[in-house]
């Protein structure tokens, strides 16, 4: 006869990676209670009756709205159940960054909330400008969650006909640019992926108006879009190889990769890099010569 099993099957080491947790939570939520002063949480100092400094466990509780002996069992990492809810409650109290409550949210057992972005999408550090240059002479850009260009480098105004006149998003740049499209040997091939990227950075935030507004309006100005989009097609951002034709050198072959910076999560880094194999690093690096300069900014201006 086959017994069958109702409670999971843990290995050892799943085990182990249990009760270190367990205790990580444990000297975390200490710590992070211990730097915590009554009058900044707004509580009576308590005068020479603390030995410790920071708030008690039970003070915690009661701030966060949570029962003491609950509040204990969290700290101790005992089997319990938690909520976002309560948690929320929890870190609010301590005062936790947006790092330190995305790392609570782990050591509790929870997926981690999405990391909140700075909440002007036009700021762009110096840092980010700086990066992007030293990229040179190969292209890249940064966009937001948009995809709107934020910033991009010499190299890819000549490559890619990136230009101040034009609409500063990528994806409508790809279906109606007409620089753009002429230089991108294999667009057809890509039109339908990059489609399908959208959605997924859409899916990040599905209740966001300007990611909707972008595509309506996009649907109304290329039919081409509007049928990839009909399509419902879903695809994670990841490396592509993009083929370019440009009028001086011919043709171009990049690997893309884009790269999210982790304290804007709202933004993004895309490197432009020459497919091993390719005459790609020369024919870039003399499109960013003088004469090339000169050369790739009239064929844009054309």
């Known amino acids: 006869m086959t017994v069958s099993r109702t409670e999971p099957i843990t290995t050892p080491h799943a085990r182990g990676a249990k009760s270190r947790r367990r205790h990580e939570l444990r000297e975390f939520l200490m710590s992070r209670r211990a730097r915590v002063s009554p009058a900044e949480a707004g509580l ?11 708030l008690r466990r039970e003070e915690v509780a009661v701030l966060a709205g949570v029962g003491a002996s609950w509040y204990q069992w969290l700290e101790q990492g005992r089997e319990i159940t938690v909520s976002p ?24 057992g929870l997926n981690p909330p999405r990391p ?6 036009a700021y762009l550090c110096d840092g980010l400008h700086r990066l992007i240059d030293a990229w040179m002479p190969l292209p890249a850009h940064v966009m937001d969650a948009y995809w709107n260009t934020i910033a991009y480098n010499e190299s890819a105004a000549l490559v890619m006909g990136f230009r ?15 620089v753009y499209r002429s230089r991108v040997a294999n667009w057809e091939r890509n039109a339908q992926r990059v489609v399908a990227q959208f959605r997924a950075a859409l899916s990040e935030r599905p209740d966001d108006e300007g990611f909707q507004t972008i595509v309506m309006e996009l649907s109304e100005e290329s039919p081409e ?28 072959r990049f690997e893309t990769t884009p790269l999210r910076v982790p304290a804007r999560p709202d933004l993004t880094i895309v490197m432009h890099n020459p497919v091993p194999g390719t005459d790609t690093a020369a024919k870039v690096e003399w499109l960013n010569s003088p004469e090339g300069r000169r050369g790739g900014m009239s064929s844009v201006a054309g």
């Not at 101040?164 to 007409?178: A, H, K, W």
């Open 225 to 252: 879009f509007a049928r990839l989009w009909a399509r419902g097609d879903v695809s994670d951002s990841g490396q592509m190889i993009k083929e370019m034709d440009h009028p001086l050198v011919g043709t171009l």
């Open 85 to 108: 809810q309560v948690l929320d409650a929890v870190a609010r109290v301590l005062k936790l960054t947006g790092p330190e409550r995305r790392h609570l949210y782990v050591l509790a």
């Open 164 to 178: 101040p006149e034009t609409t500063q998003n990528c994806l409508t740049t790809f279906f109606t640019d007409p």
């Open 44 to 54: 009576p100092d308590g005068g020479a009756r603390r030995r410790t400094p920071g």
């Open 116 to 121: 909140e972005s700075a909440p002007d999408p």
